[in-house]
């Protein structure tokens, strides 16, 4: 019995540490929805990889996984890990897919220009949605570089009004008053298009 218990014990040992502390947001299918925007706070540590990207070296490396689905309004939606790199080390590489599985709309390695509080090593990059439009982001890491935690900055700010796919006719067009309406659904939704939402931050120019 000790001999086996000695043997559990060393067959535990070997397990590596990143197997007992999965992020729950490890694989595609379990995406963290970030749609209403804000300051994320990941890790890569006990990561696995079940993404690809076409830059930063990261196609096999560990990767998590958010979800960012568009309103009524087409947004341009811009994501940054700017601090990371000063607070945890991590030299993280961003990227779009269209889904799980499937194609990749854009991808940043390095920031690159060093805007304030942005390192070289951190990512940014930017996308234009249309409505109600469904990316998956994928945080990953460089080549070699060390797995640690990263912030992800999520922002968006509508880029236009966008009608919505089927009007109502008027029933009858003397009916129809002399006094503009100012009240119908599609005159809010074209309000609330035309003005930042109240998560939008000023954007950055995008990476070069
Ligand atoms: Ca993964
Ligand atoms: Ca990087």
Redesign the pocket.
Known sequence: MLFRSLLATFAIALIPASAFARPAN??CANAIGVSAGGTFNGTLVG?????VATCGSSATN????YSFTAGTCAVRLVLDTCGSNAAFGVDTVVSIMTLCGGFELACNDDHGTGAAGCGLNDSQTSLVLSPSQTVKIRVSKFSTRILAPFTLHVRYEPVGYVPPPTRVRPKARHARSSTPTTTTAAATARRACSSPSSSARPIAPPPL
Do not use: K, Q
């Open positions: 490890n694989a990561a696995t990889n079940d993404g560990p990767d998590v996984w």
